[in-house]
């Protein structure tokens, strides 16, 4: 159960690590780090969805679930039971999709990075206060 949380949020959140690490790391350079983060999940997230449109993941297959012998109505499972008797989702089926995303990605938040930083470079300094006079 925990582990297959884990995978969940791992795949819903990828783009957001992408753009958190690339904050953390190219903070100098990023003069508005809130526009950058912005525009790094405005760009990443639609275009990680449409990666797993386009790009679909292995099938994993089909269960049947029997109930049993001599048993008038169908078993009643609690929602534990249902949990633990699924496979769960494992990386591995959506490596794909997940290996195209961050082969785009990295390009991508690359050139977000450029264009932020120089964006911030055009705009004009601030006056600079001497302290040795007028």
């Not at 753009?19 to 525009?39: E, M």
């Not at 997230?45 to 292995?58: Q, R």
């Not at 591995?92 to 964006?119: K, S």
Request: aromatic content about 12%; some cysteine; glycine content about 8%.
């Amino acid at each position: 159960m925990f582990s297959f949380l884990f995978q969940l949020i791992f795949i819903v959140a990828l783009p957001a690590v992408f753009v958190g690490s690339t904050t953390v790391l190219a903070w100098a350079r990023i003069g508005k780090p809130w526009l950058f983060v912005l525009l790094g999940l405005a760009i990443l997230y639609p275009t990680y969805v449409a990666i797993f449109y386009l790009l679909p993941s292995e099938s994993v297959g089909y269960m049947l679930v029997e109930t049993g012998r001599g048993q008038v109505g169908p078993k009643s499972y609690g929602v534990a039971d249902l949990l633990s008797d699924l496979n769960p989702l494992y990386i591995g089926v959506c490596i794909r999709p997940l290996l195209a995303f961050t082969v785009l990605a990295i390009p991508m938040l690359r050139l977000l990075v450029n264009w932020v930083a120089g964006r911030n470079s055009h705009e004009t300094p601030a006056k600079s206060v001497s302290s040795l006079g007028p």
